[in-house]
């Protein structure tokens, strides 16, 4: 098999190895083992954290110029199209390609990393908040304005909360495809759950321990996104009571 | 920040890359032996779009049977749903590590671990594609004295063909990005230049870039023309 590395991504990660483990490693009918997995899973917390790290301000900085986008795009009309169009392209590029297009730019590192899986949460963002926005009633909005609100405060006290649930769904698949994808962050030397997959890519145990973490951390993830959204929706809980 | 962005832009960098694709060039790792250029390019791209195409048709195959069927007898929503979320989480370079590793490297391996990632958003899609299609649309169809599936395929397909082509696209772009980091799996795609730094160097690494990115996006708008074409006359007139 034909393994391509990845200049100084290698590191000592797999650098002692007891005989058991390379009993274990070289047997290749054993998917699982446990007793390495027992004396090595302290090895994955550093990249875990970093993952999280990756994972978190991608989203947050995503976030920010999504929604952003989207207010802009909400009063000027005109800007729909292009923004839908131009979070579409960046949506498009693999992930592992504008790792490398960043690099002559921005260098190995977390930024390269952070900068491409932020862009690639726009589309999903900006679309869902668009959408969020435009689900909202006429008769509703009417009613703000017959009440004296401002455009402002129709979209801060009326639109945008009503429009939580549709912008929270946005985050939560941004956040969980984020998850997966930050993997590929070792391909920019950005760190994360990828560097022990890539580190070791042929042992089975390692894979499963490092997707498995992977894994679990897009599920709390979500469920912390979800949980947000239960707090952000007051009124949604109210009405669901009732009925 | 926008002047040292400026300075930064790397042109020359570019410039080197775009010599790359177009002309094959000697390499220090090779023994003498020339890389890049068209030649290569074209082979390692339309490998690239052989895997992503199989692993599509793959997906498409497993996962439109299943999803028009539920969503046409309107079960197991919860299956749909929860598959297009696990789908979203599993992480590519683990998926194609673990199966190259359990079943062995080659074309066929790649085309089964990347059609996974295409599974669930094909599904998803097409099951909520054809529930959101009007209760009172498919009761008329009935009503006319349609069959099954009559209903299914010429009043609830077309009405969904939006929701559904949304997934085939989505599910073609997360495979053929993913095919980008199929060489560790022993298929040698465009992900080949970038991977493989110390034969193809720094041109070759931003060349093989630049090229999955144009290939992306030429896919992306190939669906999109395509989607254009499926849809009937009378849904592309109405607006959206």
Redesign the interface.
Known sequence: ???????EVGKDFFHERTSETLSCQAN?DK?FCFEWAKDNIDRYGTPTVQHVELVAISILAGFAVAFALALLAHRHHWLRTPLLAGT??L???????????L???TGRGRDTAIIALSAYTLQIIYRNTMTGLANVPDSVKDAGRGMGLTARQLLWRVELPLATPEIVAGLR?AT??T???A??A??AGGGG??DP??DH????TN??I??GI??LM??AF?LILLGIQRLATPWLRAARGQT | MIPTLLTHLPLGSIGGALEFIFQSQPSSVTGGKEVGGPAQTIELALTQLEVTVLAVALSMAIALPIGLYLGHRGVGEALAVALGNAGRAVPELALIAFMAAVIGVGLFNVTIALSILGIPPILTNAFVGIRQVDRASVDAARGIGMTEAEILFKVEVPLAIPTLMAGIRGATIAIVATATIAPLAGVLTLGDYILNRNVYGEDGVLAGAIVVALLALALELALAGLQRLLTSRGLRLRPA
């Open positions: 098999m034909m393994l391509a590395r990845v200049g290749p998917l579409g392209v949506y498009t590029v693999p992930s592992v390609a504008f790792f490398f297009l690099l002559p730019l698949i969980v495809s998850v997966a994808l993997t590929l070792v391909f759950l990828g997959i890539y890519i042929t042992f089975t894979i499963i490092a997707g992977a894994m897009a599920i979500d």
